[in-house]
């Protein structure tokens, strides 16, 4: 059993970054899949990003490619959004979940653990 902790959410301008942190319980850590997800009010969950377990590649949704970074820290059990250029459709909860093994998956049910979420804010 995982447990998978979010940390880094606020209220922030738009044009601002914010990066999200997510620290993981498990010591097999570096050998999962992290995905990042969000759900704004009233709206689906929708994938972020991944990093992969093993070769740490990464895969973004179209919406962030080149605002959104993802990396992580097998050392600290831990890995990262680095959001840039944020913009108010942007604002959503932010979750991290962990799937066993080196492929992503874009949708939520593929992923075995998630974390509880944290509040991101875009104001205009």
């Known amino acids: 059993q995982a447990q998978l902790v979010e940390s880094g959410g606020g209220l922030v301008q738009a044009g601002g970054s914010l990066r999200l942190s997510c620290a993981a319980s498990?010591?097999?850590?570096?050998?999962?899949?992290m995905g990042w997800f969000r759900q704004a009010s009233g709206k689906e969950r929708d994938f972020v990003g991944a990093?992969?377990?093993?070769?740490?590649?990464?895969y973004y949704a179209d919406s962030v490619k080149g605002r959104f970074t993802i990396s992580r820290d097998n050392a600290k059990n831990t890995v990262y959004l680095q959001m840039n250029s944020l913009k108010p459709e942007d604002t959503a909860v932010y979750y991290c979940a962990a799937r066993a093994g080196t492929y992503y998956h874009t949708t939520p049910n593929k992923y075995d653990y998630w974390g509880q979420g944290t509040q991101v804010t875009v104001s205009s």
């Open positions: 990093i992969s377990g093993g070769t740490a590649g990464t």
């Open positions: 498990r010591r097999t850590f570096s050998s999962y899949t």
